[in-house]
């Protein structure tokens, strides 16, 4: 019996992890670098294995990555490792294994506090198919945050196996990763089977605890005078967690709902194959859920009312309702850490904010399924419940194809972008700013493409001589930038205000030093000369050509395609 439950065990991870892969790594072989990636990895990828370890080092030792040096040092690491093992789609193989690691810590850990299987594999699709993040396969993300999330894992069930000191010191450790799952600690001593008095004292030396280490790595990072703490003012510090706890989860929980509706929307041949394929696969195994106890709407209802009546509710229903205490406290947990996102952003990068609420969302949307589940059982009105269940989570896979649609197309954009313009400005040298007008670049909702990391991308495709201090730099204009470039005494102003930059300083720049890219005709062409507030300017001529004889960055046969 027991080789048959630990084969079950086997078989459900395995396909958790299979499911994942389809949702979001299906065409990774076709994913790039994108954002953060693109000043991260590239110089990275090159190293040797003895100056990545020195270079971790001296990053962590002197606390760089805002005082949190563990996330990038993370990334440098297994960077390094997937490139040189399969070239640009190694990191990803990486990034898509450390979260397999999560999901089967998850699912374990689900197994250990209700030893449920229906339940822990209906919480594991909840995991597998969480879509208010958009960003895991992100490389940046995967290979930085998700270990965050295996250290908080591994401290949860440290600490259900009364190992108490190890739990602390791994969920500690977050705290110098990517700190918004070490929150979901706050949960631990609720995993046990056994909720009494004596659990109550437990919890209250729990938190002190927890407060404790977030004091303490508060004042570290304040004595490195990391900007995202001393800027932080009092009113800021309080408001915010309070604001994203109340937003965050509603956002969470919500997309459950609204992914479905966008996969609709955006459905193609490729994405109904999804739909039907795991609609069926789903259903499948959700119809043949050993799921033994049955108990009425009523009852639950009058069990919410009355404390009395729950101790006649059969043990099923009581574990679920400890589950879901629990799942209410690590969704919220999830939120009042994630100062510098907004908590209702629901595409692209920010949905980060939503990165921790992956564990308490996937437990109560189980608990809402198996609820359904178990008032329906022994009924014809299960049938109808196991296909609404199966047709929601099959959309939420079919949302995974259309987060993997924006990915190979920002990366296909930021190819045809750079593979263009290099020949429009191949005499663009020392001091030279290319500004790239928005309506000649394509956008992607899920993960941007030519966007406010633009300027550190030219100087990773060539390699300028070490005497340049200036070296030429391309920018993407903000909308609107035709009544902003220019001041009243005829100098370009390159600034916050007219572009979209990671650069965040203001200079002023003669028209001859400027290039300017726009399109026409669907193909970009550089400019000679533009009026601007009833004036006409000459901008930089065509002169001999620089970049051409330069040698080749890390990213010149990443991004160029060679004709």
């Known amino acids: ?27 990774s072989r ?11 990895l590239p110089n990275n990828f090159t190293r040797s294995f003895s100056s990545l370890i020195s270079y971790i080092y001296f990053y962590i030792s002197h606390m760089y990555g805002h005082s949190r040096p563990l996330s990038d040092s993370f990334i440098f690491l297994f960077s390094w490792l997937g490139w040189r093992t399969v070239g640009l789609w190694g990191p990803y193989i990486v990034g898509y294994l450390i979260t397999a690691i999560n999901i089967s810590l998850f699912y374990w850990l689900m197994r250990r506090v209700t030893t449920n299987r229906p339940f822990a594999l209906l919480t594991g699709l909840g995991y597998v198919l969480y879509s208010a993040d958009t960003t895991q396969a992100f490389l940046t993300h995967s290979l930085g945050l998700q270990p965050s999330t295996v250290l908080i894992l591994l401290a949860l069930h440290s600490y259900l196996s009364n190992k108490r000191i190890l739990a602390y010191g791994l969920a500690f450790i977050v705290l110098f990763s990517y700190e918004t799952p070490f929150l979901l600690f706050v949960a631990a001593p609720l995993l046990k089977k056994t909720w009494n008095k004596a659990l109550l004292k437990e919890i209250l030396w729990h938190v002190v605890v927890v407060i404790g280490m977030l004091g303490v790595i508060y004042f570290l990072r304040a004595s490195f005078s990391e900007d995202r703490v001393i800027d932080l003012g009092l009113k800021d510090m309080i408001m915010t967690p309070i604001l994203h706890v109340l937003e965050g989860p509603i956002v969470s929980l919500g997309t459950f709902a609204y992914r479905p509706y966008q ?55 009581k574990t679920l309702g400890r589950v879901l205490i629990i799942g209410i406290i690590m969704l919220a947990a999830a939120y009042p850490l994630t100062f510098t996102v907004r908590a209702y952003a629901i595409s692209g990068r920010e949905t980060r904010a939503h990165f921790a609420g992956a564990a308490g969302a996937a437990l109560l949307v189980a608990s809402f399924a198996l609820i359904l589940i178990l008032v329906t059982n022994g009924t014809n009105w299960r049938k ?11 959309c939420m896979v079919g949302y995974g194809f259309v987060i993997q649609r924006d990915y190979v197309m920002a990366w296909q954009y930021q190819r045809e972008f750079w593979t263009e313009l290099m020949p429009l400005i191949p005499d663009a040298r020392e001091g030279t700013v290319i500004l790239v007008d928005p309506a000649a670049l394509h956008d992607t909702r899920q993960i941007d493409a030519n966007t406010w990391n633009l300027p550190r991308v030219l100087g990773q495709l060539y390699i300028f001589p070490e005497e340049e201090k200036n070296i030429p730099v391309v920018h993407r204009l903000r909308a609107g930038w035709q009544n902003l470039l220019v001041k009243g005494d005829g100098r370009f102003m390159i600034s916050t205000s007219t572009l979209s930059s990671v650069i965040k300083t203001s200079s002023e720049y003669d028209s001859h030093n400027i290039i300017l890219i726009q399109a026409e005709k669907g193909h970009l062409v550089r400019r000679m000369e533009i009026e601007l507030n009833g004036l006409d300017f000459q901008l930089k001529p065509s002169s001999e050509p620089v970049l051409p004889f330069l040698p080749h960055g890390n990213l010149f046969p990443l991004l160029i395609t060679e004709p």
């Open 1 to 27: 019996m027991k080789t048959n439950k630990r084969l079950l065990f086997i078989i459900d991870i395995l396909f958790l992890a299979a499911l994942f892969w389809v949702v979001r790594y299906w065409h």
């Open 263 to 317: 996969t609709i929307r955006a459905l193609d041949p490729e994405i109904g194959l999804a739909i039907v394929v795991s609609f069926a696969v789903i259903l499948w195994i959700i119809s043949r859920l050993s799921v033994t106890a049955q108990v009425s709407a009523r009852v639950i209802w009058r069990a919410i009312k009355d404390p009395f009546s729950r101790r006649a509710l059969p043990e099923e229903i």
């Open 384 to 394: 109808l419940v196991n296909i609404l269940i199966s047709l929601e989570l099959a």
């Open 30 to 40: 076709h994913f790039g670098l994108y954002e953060d990636d693109l000043t991260i």
